[in-house]
């Protein structure tokens, strides 16, 4: 039996630091309980593949689950250090019954966990519980025998011609790659020589304590070596990664980060050209400017639960063809398979400025306009997120009752957390599922209503008993 430490499980993937919430153990407990799962879908002996990144505890988790998946007589295929989305292929490609991926993604150095998927399907919610709960009870339904085998199947060169496929033939716009450190560096010496054009890399050595920067693609100050780049090479594009390689940030040559709802609506306008009336789903975060984007250019924009997992589970049970977050991951059943790939969302981003015919920086100039804050982080600790959610959401339910009845003009929208939508703007409150803090996003078109907007922000953080961060908006893109 094995009890996970219950900051552990995360709504859509394991998570925590090696060595204090994270142990070699819960690894080898999790090969032995997802193979006693796969086996009771019928199947004998399940395949599985596995795969890490650069982070110092990750070869010892990658050999304690490669163990206990074995334990429980799976075969295990065994595709090294590679990228996210380099092993949701391998799932897909080799029919495995299953896949694991060791990575904390953008979470410090000191971090790790694993992202699961079993079939095609990202793992979240309540099946990542259950895993935990059986764990716990000692449910693996063998007898420790070690009966599975382990077969070395390197994936980077496959998924990589496949990825390419989609991308416009010739020269490419100048671009700088930075890899951070990461698991995307595996990638780039066989990604980067099948792009035309000129392209530099940076942060291209594996670095498993990211000391050059954080791997968090969505944070422009982890971005000034990517700035700097861009200018000393003369490039249009810089594109930048997280930790596993499922995200892509987007920095203009003026050193702009787009947003990934800015990023959303440039593949929308370029699918809607050939797909008329297309659904997109986008985040809870995302812009309701840009969702007014959206159906402006013919598109059907729905708004779905924030979640790498629960995004793309929604996209595979509808008949959208492309979906995002604002935190940059992007889906597209179009052409694709429908899970979250960086790289191909990169071929995707050079393929949609060439069906518009437009730069990246004359995409930028026909954005809306509006004051917005970045996505704030505001620390709290995880055991109590939903009882001052929840707090927070009754008081803002109070607050508005005693104003006026909800209309369309004025709103507040509990898919995930607490969005409320006024005349003026929006904003939006919910727990993170990967950190111990609350987000906050505030938006409007009017600096005025941005700050009645951030000052009832605040008053309800207040009432969490929240330290309440400096609401400002970023600079225009």
């Known amino acids: 039996m094995r009890k996970f430490h219950p900051d552990l499980v995360r709504a859509y993937d394991l998570r925590g630091t090696f060595e204090e919430s994270l142990f070699a153990e819960d690894a080898l407990a999790l090969g032995r309980v997802f193979s006693a799962v796969l086996r009771e879908d019928g199947i004998e002996a399940p395949r599985v593949a596995v795969a890490c990144d650069f982070r110092e505890s990750s070869p010892v988790l990658l050999q304690s689950l490669v163990d206990g998946l074995c334990e429980g007589g799976t075969e295990v295929l065994l595709c090294g250090v590679a990228p996210t989305p380099a092993l949701y292929f391998a799932v897909r490609e080799w029919r495995a019954d299953g896949g694991v991926m060791v990575t904390a993604s953008h979470n410090p150095a000191g971090d790790n966990g694993f992202k699961l998927v079993r079939g095609v399907n990202a793992l979240h919610g309540e099946e990542l519980q259950q895993l935990g709960k059986r764990a716990a009870q000692g449910e693996y339904g063998t007898n420790g025998k070690v009966s599975g085998t382990v077969r070395e199947t390197p994936v980077l060169e496959a998924w990589v011609e496949r990825i390419v496929r989609d991308c416009p033939s010739g020269d490419l716009p100048a671009t700088v790659w930075d890899g951070a450190g990461g698991a995307a560096v595996a990638a780039f010496p066989y990604f980067l020589p099948k792009l035309g054009g000129k392209h530099k890399a940076i942060c291209d050595i594996p670095d498993p304590y990211f000391a050059v920067h954080a791997p968090d693609p969505t944070r422009r100050e982890n971005l000034d070596l990517l700035a700097t780049a861009i200018t000393e090479h003369n490039a249009e594009i810089g594109?930048?990664?997280?930790?596993?390689?499922?995200?892509?940030?987007?920095?203009?040559?003026n050193g702009k980060l787009l947003n990934g709802d800015q990023v959303l609506l440039l593949f929308a306008r370029a699918l809607l050209l050939e797909h008329k009336g297309a659904t997109i789903i986008a985040d809870i975060k995302t812009s309701r400017y840009l969702l007014d984007a959206i159906r402006n250019y013919g598109g059907n924009p729905v708004l779905g639960a924030s979640g790498?997992?629960?995004?793309?589970?929604q996209l595979a049970h509808s008949d959208a063809l492309l979906a995002g977050e604002y935190s940059a991951h992007f889906f597209f059943a179009d052409k694709f398979y429908g899970h979250d790939d960086a790289f191909y969302a990169a071929v995707r981003l050079y393929d949609a400025l060439k069906r518009l015919g437009i730069s990246l920086a004359e995409f930028c100039e026909s954005l809306p306009r509006t004051f917005a804050s970045q996505e704030l982080r505001i620390p709290c600790p995880e055991a109590d997120k939903a009882q001052v959610m929840?707090?927070?959401?009754?008081?803002?339910?109070?607050?508005?009752a005693t104003e006026q009845k909800p209309s369309q003009a004025e709103s507040l929208i509990t898919l995930d957390g607490l969005r409320r939508e006024t005349a003026g703007g929006w904003w939006?409150?919910?727990?993170?599922?990967?950190?111990?803090?609350?987000?906050?996003?505030?938006?409007?078109?009017e600096e005025v209503?941005?700050?009645?907007?951030?000052?009832?922000?605040?008053?309800?953080?207040?009432?969490?008993?929240?330290?309440?961060?400096?609401?400002v908006p970023m600079p225009p893109v």
Do not use: M
């Open 428 to 445: 939006l409150l919910r727990c993170s599922n990967t950190e111990a803090s609350l987000t906050l996003r505030v938006e409007s078109k």
């Open 239 to 253: 594109l930048s990664f997280d930790g596993d390689g499922d995200r892509l940030g987007v920095l203009t040559k």
């Open 390 to 400: 929840e707090a927070i959401r009754q008081a803002a339910r109070e607050t508005l």
């Open 308 to 313: 790498h997992s629960l995004i793309r589970a």
């Open 449 to 471: 209503a941005f700050s009645c907007l951030a000052e009832e922000c605040t008053a309800l953080l207040k009432l969490g008993g929240l330290a309440v961060p400096d609401i």
